[in-house]
C-alpha cells in the first residue's frame, strides 16, 4: 500500500529515508505501507490482534515465573553433582561478595522483563475492552522503554557461551527451568516485536484518550 489517501484516520508521515511526506490511510491487520519514492517501510496494521497480544504477554510472564524455582543448570564434575536453579543461581552470587551483579543481573533478566509484562497486560487489558484507561500512557512508557532494559535473550547467549567453556570441566545437564526460559525468550520477544507504537495511541485515542 501507497499511502496518499487522506481520510479522517489518516496520518501524515515523514519517510525517514528520504524525507518524503505520505498520507497513511487507517491500516488494517497485516497491511503494510512503504514510501512511494524509496519504497522504504514507513508502517504496518500490526501482525496480532489486542487479543492476542494480551495472550503472548501473559504467556510469557506465566514462563517467567516458571522459569525460577526449578533446576536450570546441573553439573557433574568428579563424581560430584549439583543442580542450581536461577533463584539460587541469584542467590549464591549475591552472598558470594557479589550483591551488585546479582542485584543487576536479576534486574534485567526477571525484575524488568517481569515489569514490562506486566505493565502490557495492564495495557491490553484496557485495549481488548476498547476503554479509554487514564493509565494508559503510563503503562504504555513502562512497556515500551522498559523493554530496552530487559535483557533476557542477551543473558540466554551469554549462558550458552561461557558453557562451551565449562562443557571440558564437567558434564552439563539442562534443566527444566533452562528451556522454560528458552520459550520465556521467544515468546517475549514475539510480544515486544509486535508492539506498534502509533498503533496502540491511535487505538487508545479511537477510544476517547486524549480528550480533555
Ligand atoms: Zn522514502
Redesign the pocket.
Known amino acids: 500500500m501507497e499511502g496518499t489517501d487522506s481520510n479522517e484516520h489518516s496520518k501524515n508521515h515523514v519517510?525517514h529515508?528520504?524525507g518524503?511526506e505520505v498520507w497513511i490511510p487507517k491500516l488494517e491487520k497485516a497491511e503494510k505501507a512503504y514510501?512511494p519514492?524509496?519504497r522504504?517501510f514507513l508502517k504496518s496494521g500490526g501482525r496480532f490482534s489486542f487479543q492476542t497480544s494480551l495472550v503472548l504477554s501473559i504467556t510469557s510472564l506465566i514462563l517467567l515465573v516458571l522459569s525460577l524455582p526449578f533446576d536450570f543448570l546441573g553439573f557433574n564434575a568428579n563424581g560430584r553433582e549439583q543442580a542450581v536453579s536461577l533463584w539460587m543461581g541469584m542467590h549464591d552470587i549475591f552472598h558470594h561478595d557479589r550483591p551488585l551483579l546479582a542485584i543487576t543481573t536479576f534486574s534485567v533478566i526477571v525484575l524488568m522483563p517481569a515489569v514490562v509484562l506486566l505493565s502490557s497486560v495492564l495495557l491490553f487489558v484496557g485495549l481488548c475492552k476498547e476503554k479509554c484507561e487514564k493509565t494508559f500512557p503510563l503503562f504504555f512508557r513502562i512497556t515500551y522503554y522498559g523493554g530496552s532494559w530487559a535483557m533476557a535473550e542477551v543473558f540466554l547467549v551469554g549462558v550458552l557461551v561461557s558453557l562451551t567453556k565449562i562443557s571440558s570441566l564437567a558434564t552439563i545437564k539442562f534443566g527444566p527451568s533452562f528451556f522454560v526460559y528458552g520459550l520465556f525468550v521467544i515468546f517475549f520477544a514475539i510480544a515486544m516485536g509486535n508492539l506498534d507504537r502509533e498503533r496502540l495511541w491511535e487505538a487508545w485515542e479511537e477510544f476517547g484518550g486524549g480528550k480533555v
Request: net charge positive; charged share 10%; glycine share 0%.
Open positions: 519517510c529515508h528520504c518524503y514510501c519514492r524509496c522504504s
